[in-house]
């Protein structure tokens, strides 16, 4: 019962309440240092419950930090690290999972709906200006009610 | 003796429960007053029994009776008395407790206020809420009862979480329940429509109100939420699109969706069946919102297995409300009569083009949200999907929403002319053209995307103001006869106006913040400054103190612009040895909209302590926005032809009211 408050309880929280990025992490190189913020953001601490790396307090996010620092430090561009990231710990570790058969569904749901919600409009509005025909318009406001649509 | 008296009042609300779940419905079929007339009263009565069962429960918080189990796990008798009655709900069970309150305190609203329904439909209504107040009671009773005693008293309690002993947190679950529960109202409605098989513009009008109402509590709930998650969890962050608060905001699109198809309904009969099915919709999501991260599936597949009886026992409550509602609304949904012919270019078209954003909106986050879980269940891949994919699928759907926003209000009903609207939003598009500008010319390269969003931010609020200023015939006509005019317009167009200009506030606020806000992260000495945003911040030291049930470490530090001192900054950590956690307490400093933010990590050995130091431009305008657009919800609520409970003269009491 307790054990099932805390899990709530960590989902409600997203994390013990601490600082993430530690100091002694940060890079001397500015621009390497944002990109290396940017690519944790992108990166799950796997540990924790759906946080990024760059918020999680927990030792394998900072572990995996410092070795996102440590690619872009030889050299990585930012796809170099996730791959490597990927290759390593696997596709769960990516917080934008990336374009595949298995993701489809969720990447193009959005698109997929909008597309219907829009087709089935439009089924309607033809229904409907069949239904106003019916009820005589003047040729006028047909040619208004053309222009507009 | 008062957790039992608690625990007998429950199961007495159950019993009156599953009286109103049977009575009033078979009254309404067989049109006999006398068994209709059994929802009122009963449904009073069952308020009453949860409100002692609740003030029983509160009591044991209060006397720190720690023969209680719940009271044992989740209080302390050093607690401040604040979080001693906040802790009844900062747990399972108490929580679902509260969830009944509500729900019990809305059911003997309508009893109450209700007088003016058709009887039959109030019947009706109550008899659906009775259903849903009776798998809540069972549930509670059976798998989450928080009157349990414990065989043996243990002589302190385990102390409430530490992260939940803060008024933010205290009192941002009611307002998400007010929400939730609120959103029941309008699915008993529904199922209350559809069970008649009746449905037309008044029913619109009575549930309009219980809408608004349920949408302003969610609306302040999750912006509290976010606020406490801001300054509370210690690295400034105030969205994290993380499962819990999608839970919340599911219900709140459904909802704000809901609230406009409810306006086309009310005023052309038109798109009835769309409402049905969003009243549903808003209700279920309000269900999962509680449930899903109740049963902590979202967060795990596996906490089902730590309590498999209340993981099953939420899936058939579910499945139950979910699965039958939508039965029954694809089984009487076709009967129902549409009405009201618009052409595309319309107010109902734009009604219509915010209905199928938010919803897809909506969708999208529920996919995101579940789809991993999914995923695992069904092939065992496990993957992410966290805020990078809610930002990229979110931002596009709400853009286009976003330039609607000003044109609904403005286009004239039935057919609309999109030409005539625009020219007069010309001065909106002009301010959002200067604000790009400015923008672009101050922050220069790379902030294009910013800069049209705080053009876009700009439009939608002048568009608002352009609505009023039209109506109110402003700049036209002598001032005196625009402030009458301004005088005599519904409340709800000043509450639509208002809404509307928050939702352009607070998106100027998530722009500048994201966008313009600065971080520092550094070991600091005692005496060492930092510099951002163009103040210099000194660390002065650190102090031990002990507060009532915890150690605090507190940070000094001065903040400095151009020499002067501004203010002294204290974050702190606070470590509580009774569950052996600690919580970052950050430091704000407000200045006009902006913040600056502290917060402290861990010392090291060295002498440095780990400190974060955050710069938020307009970072106040996220959450002055969501307080804005509530305050339009409510400015709408209070319009006179909403207004529910207005005093009916004694004998429209019993008599049917017409539909108007």
Not at chain 2, 379 to 385: F, L, Q, R
């Amino acid at each position: 019962m307790r054990l099932l408050w805390l899990v709530l309880l960590a989902a409600v929280v997203g994390a013990t309440p601490a600082v993430a990025v530690q100091p002694d992490e940060v890079l001397p190189d500015q621009r390497l240092e944002a990109r290396a913020r940017d690519l944790s953001r992108e990166l799950r601490c796997m540990v924790c419950q759906n946080q990024s790396i760059d918020d999680s307090d927990a030792p394998l996010a900072r572990d995996i930090r410092i070795l996102v620092r440590e690619r872009l430090t030889a050299g990585d561009s930012d796809q170099q690290v996730l791959d490597f990231m990927t290759a390593r710990y696997g596709d769960f570790i990516l917080l934008k999972p990336r374009f595949g058969s298995q993701t489809a569904i969720l990447w193009l749901t959005p698109a997929v709906i909008v597309v219907i919600g829009v087709l089935g409009l439009l089924l309607l509005v033809r229904r409907q200006r069949k239904e106003e025909a019916a009820a005589a318009l003047s040729p006028e406001e047909q040619a208004r009610l053309d222009v507009n649509s | 003796m008062i957790a039992e008296l608690g625990h007998y009042a429950l199961i007495l609300a159950l019993g009156l429960a599953l009286i109103q779940s049977c009575i009033p419905i078979l009254g309404a079929r067989t049109q006999d007053p006398a068994l209709m007339s059994v929802a009122g009263p009963s449904a009073l009565a069952q308020f009453g029994f949860v409100a002692v069962a609740f003030a029983a429960l509160t009591t044991c918080y209060v006397i720190s009776d720690f023969t209680v189990a719940n009271v044992f796990e989740n209080s302390h008798s050093a607690m401040p008395l604040l979080y001693k009655i906040t802790s009844v709900w900062g747990n399972h069970e108490g929580s679902m407790l509260l969830w009944v309150l509500i729900l019990s305190l809305f059911g003997a609203l309508v009893a109450r206020f209700g007088s003016n329904l058709p009887m039959t439909l109030r019947a009706n209504v109550l008899a659906v809420q009775s259903w849903i107040a009776t798998a809540f009671y069972l549930f509670i009773l059976i798998t989450s009862n928080p009157f349990l005693r414990l065989p043996q008293a243990p002589a302190e309690g385990r102390d409430l979480n530490p992260i939940l002993q803060d008024i933010g947190l205290a009192i941002h679950p009611p307002f998400l329940y007010l929400g939730y529960v609120g959103f029941s109202i309008t699915f008993s409605f529904a199922i209350a429509a559809l069970l008649e098989g009746r449905i037309d513009a008044a029913w619109a009008r009575w549930v309009r109100p219980w809408t608004l109402a349920a949408w302003v509590f969610l609306t302040l709930g999750i912006a509290m939420g976010s606020y406490w998650a801001y300054y509370e969890l210690g690295w400034g962050g105030w969205w994290f699109w993380d499962p819990v608060e999608n839970a919340s905001f599911m219900p709140w699109l459904a909802g704000t969706a809901l609230l406009h198809s409810a306006v086309v309904m009310e005023k052309r009969n038109a798109l009835k069946v769309w409402t049905i099915l969003l009243a549903i919709l808003a209700f279920s999501l309000s269900l999962m919102g509680t449930f899903l991260v109740r049963s902590g599936v979202l967060t795990s597949v596996h906490a089902f297995a730590n309590d498999p009886t209340r993981g099953v026992f939420i899936l058939v409550i579910l499945a139950t409300f979910i699965g039958g509602a939508l039965a029954l609304y694809a089984w009487r949904a076709p009967m129902l009569k549409q009405g009201g012919l618009f052409a595309p270019i319309s107010r109902e078209g734009a009604l219509i083009f915010n209905n199928l954003f938010l919803t897809t909106a909506c969708a999208t986050i529920f996919i995101g949200t579940l789809y991993p879980l999914a995923l695992e269940t069904l092939t065992g891949t496990k993957i992410s999907v966290g805020a990078p994919f809610f930002n990229m699928t979110f931002v596009p759907l709400f853009i286009p929403l976003l330039v609607v926003v000003p044109f609904g209000p403005m286009l004239a009903w039935k057919r609309g002319d999109l030409l005539g609207v625009a020219q007069r939003l010309l001065g909106a598009l002009a301010v959002a053209v200067i604000a790009i500008a400015v923008t672009f010319t101050i922050a220069g390269q790379g902030s294009l995307f910013a800069a049209f969003a705080i053009g876009l931010a700009f439009y939608v609020m002048v568009g608002a103001l352009t609505d009023l200023a039209e109506r109110t015939n402003l700049f036209r006509e002598p001032a005196t006869s625009s402030f009458t005019r301004a005088r005599g317009l519904p409340r709800s167009v000043w509450g639509t106006a208002l809404a509307h200009f928050g939702l352009g506030v607070a998106l100027l606020g998530v722009v500048c913040e994201t966008k313009w806000g600065e971080e520092r992260i550094a070991a600091m000495k005692p005496g060492q400054t930092v510099s951002i945003s163009g103040y210099d911040i000194t660390f002065d030291g650190i102090v031990r103190l002990d507060g009532p049930n915890y150690q605090e470490l507190r940070g000094k530090f001065t903040v400095r612009s151009g020499g002067v001192v501004f203010e002294i900054m204290e974050p702190s950590k606070r470590s509580f040895p009774s569950r052996e956690t600690s919580t970052t307490e950050a430091a704000l400093m407000t200045r006009k909209l902006s913040q600056v933010y502290i917060s402290l990590g861990d010392p090291s050995s060295d002498g440095s302590i780990a400190v974060r130091i955050y710069h938020k431009p307009l970072v106040l305008l996220i959450w002055l926005g969501a307080v804005v657009m509530a305050l339009g919800g409510a400015l709408s609520f209070s319009d006179r032809r909403l207004r529910v409970g207005a005093p009916k003269p004694a004998s429209a009491k019993t008599a049917l009211q017409p539909a108007e």
